[in-house]
């Protein structure tokens, strides 16, 4: 599985940006897909995950303004994040989870990072 963000950038206070992920080389529904972000000397936390079913959570610190979706089909997962904050600045990474029988046993797949950065 491999699983290729895009989206990041540098956006105003207030402003919104979209990420994308997208998995390949999967054959699979991923049973989670989600975004995790790390802010500078921070341990990386969750900010939201969805499950192939479509249900979903979100970090605390969200409090109504992201909004995560996902294309079942393509495993593809988008996060919306308006309103953003100084404080969202971090690197953003793409999680894919996924329970494996064979295995019998849970794995994260990780996309590389993209960058946000919320200043003026």
């Known amino acids: 599985v491999q699983l290729q963000a895009s989206g990041g950038g540098l956006v105003q206070p207030g402003g919104s940006l979209r990420l994308s992920c997208a998995a390949s080389?999967?054959?699979?529904?991923?049973?989670?897909m989600g975004w995790y972000r790390q802010r500078p000397g921070r341990q990386r936390e969750l900010v939201a995950k969805?499950?192939?079913?479509?249900?979903?959570d979100y970090g605390e610190f969200v409090k109504g303004r992201f909004t995560i979706s996902r294309d079942g089909i393509k495993n593809s997962v988008y996060l919306q994040m308006n309103n953003l904050k100084p404080e969202d600045t971090a690197v953003y990474y793409c999680?894919?989870?996924?329970?494996?029988?064979?295995?019998?046993?849970?794995?994260?797949?990780w996309g590389q990072g993209t960058q946000v950065t919320v200043s003026s």
């Open positions: 999680n894919g989870r996924h329970y494996y029988s064979d295995l019998n046993d849970w794995y994260d797949h």
């Open positions: 080389e999967v054959a699979f529904s991923i049973n989670y």
């Open positions: 969805i499950t192939s079913g479509g249900s979903t």
